[in-house]
């Protein structure tokens, strides 16, 4: 699995527009047609432009050195919030060009604004064609956007970077105790951090962080573990126990934290074994205290019983190729998704595996729309069938299992739209939205309390992303 960014560069900040803006000093003359990545060429002169009338909410920012992994921050907001402007908090872990560069940036993006859009327009322009009319609803919406939900001002970003020895390869924080996370290094080590202060400072302050960067705090760690005989990326905070912790390296080897009083730690010296290659992603079962899955460049997917010793319950091959990520789904947990180097994806009903069977039965749907490795894959905490895949092809993809093709219900849809759009035959009717305009995607997470957001990483900085098209899963105003 190809993990880093080739060549880090610092980003820089541009004059006006992020990923995702585009022009209006032209308006094609033809109909619009679905670009697919890996499939059609852009001919010379061509450009991609991105539909903002295609989203509730889309944002772009960086932080300095690109981020291979952050981490949501629960916060005390709200459980559901669904009114623009949203307040947001991360953390994440860059990966400088020198070692000695890096830190763990604490930070929190406030004014998210936003619009909730209409799937269906009420009313078209007469007498318009309808690219004019489409472009006429965007520039109103862009216009009232501003004026309705949010204000005129952009988002905010408020920054804390604290020094970290060495690229961060993957940063996790606590479910129960947010300002808790931990961190795997490429140095070889994974550490414990508290960003308590960091995060109340940053609860307490307005003030927008100058360009250029904040100042670069040298904090201890609450525990530094020196076990793995390897780096990793493997790492996961129990749901279900407050401070268990499990993390996995590129040596095949896996390893079981438990808390214990006065803020530390008791790491089992003796590694559960079973994968035969690098252990890329680990996941803690949602309804069982010890039991968690873990991935591997061995192509097997592995699911563990602590209290059963330190070999697999179950292994099966799971992908032809390297599994890099796994997800394990929170609302309904016989569901556990994969992700590939071959850029196929998978997900399985863990209640047709069985350990004393060669054959794999537990598949129920394969996908292989993507053209390059899978990074990072997740279920939506708020839609048990709707996941988010994001691939090396530049492409961050949504899903909802529970779509089938109707072609009646198709032919309603466009003839309310009038709908000049001929998509591609061969979109898997699964497909919910496709976005694009960042490089090298490396990691996205779902908010889980803001329905309908996701946050991705790349080697071109952060997006905010909120489409269109997955408001049907939010709830109610009244809710």
Not at 25 to 47: A, F, H, R, Y
Not at 97 to 122: A, C, H, Y
Not at 348 to 360: F, G, I, T, V
Request: hydrophobic share 35%; proline share 6%; with cysteine.
């Amino acid at each position: 699995m190809v993990r880093s960014i080739k060549n880090p560069k610092k980003a820089k900040r541009k004059s006006k527009k992020g990923d995702g803006s585009s022009s209006s000093s032209s308006i094609p003359s033809m109909p619009t047609k679905v670009w697919q990545p890996g499939v059609d060429n852009l001919e010379e002169g061509e450009e991609l432009e991105c539909d903002p009338t295609a989203y509730n909410s889309l944002h772009a920012f960086h932080i300095g050195w690109p981020c291979l992994s952050f981490d949501v921050v629960r916060d005390s907001l709200g459980l559901l919030r669904t009114d623009f402007p949203h307040t947001v908090y991360f953390v994440a872990g860059t990966q400088a060009e020198n070692p000695d560069w890096n830190s763990i940036g604490i930070f929190k993006i406030s004014n998210v604004s936003g619009k909730r859009r209409e799937l269906v327009p009420n009313k078209a322009t007469a007498g318009d064609s309808d690219m004019d009319a489409d472009n006429s609803d965007s520039d109103s919406d862009e216009d009232s956007e501003d004026e309705e939900e949010g204000g005129s001002a952009a988002p905010v970003l408020q920054l804390r970077k604290v020094a970290h020895s060495g690229c961060v390869n993957r940063i996790r924080a606590m479910v129960q105790n947010p300002h808790i996370c931990a961190s795997w290094s490429d140095a070889g080590y994974v550490q414990i951090w508290n960003f308590s202060t960091h995060l109340n400072a940053l609860a307490e302050s307005e003030t927008e962080v100058p360009r250029g960067g904040s100042s670069v705090f040298n904090q201890a760690p609450l525990f530094n573990f020196k076990g793995h005989k390897d780096e990793g990326y493997a790492i996961d905070w129990s749901p279900r126990v407050t401070g268990r912790l499990v993390t996995g390296d590129c040596k095949s080897c896996i390893h079981l934290w438990e808390p214990t009083s006065g803020a530390t730690w008791n790491v089992d010296a003796t590694p559960f074994t079973g994968h035969t290659a690098s252990v890329e992603d680990i996941q803690w079962s949602p309804t069982e205290d010890h039991v968690f899955a873990s991935c591997s460049v061995d192509g097997h997917i592995a699911i563990w019983d602590a209290r059963l010793g330190k070999s697999p319950a179950i292994s099966f091959k799971a992908h032809n190729a390297d599994v890099n990520v796994l997800s394990w789904n929170r609302l309904a947990s016989v569901m556990l998704a994969s992700g590939s180097d071959d850029g196929t994806f998978s997900i399985r009903d863990l209640r047709l595996l069985s350990p004393k069977s060669e054959e794999d039965k537990s598949l129920v749907a394969h996908f292989d729309y993507h053209k390059r490795p899978i990074t990072s894959i997740e279920w939506s905490p708020h839609e048990a069938s709707t996941l988010a895949v994001s691939s090396s092809d530049n492409q961050l993809t949504i899903w909802d299992l529970s779509l089938e093709k109707d072609e009646e219900e198709e032919a309603e849809f466009k003839a309310k739209t009038k709908e000049q759009v001929n998509a591609p035959a061969d979109l898997p009717p699964q497909l919910l939205f496709v976005h694009q305009g960042q490089k090298d995607l490396k990691e996205l997470h779902w908010h889980a309390q803001i329905p309908g957001m996701i946050v991705s990483t790349a080697s071109d900085g952060f997006n905010i992303l909120m489409p269109s098209n997955i408001q049907s899963t939010l709830p109610s105003e009244g809710a």
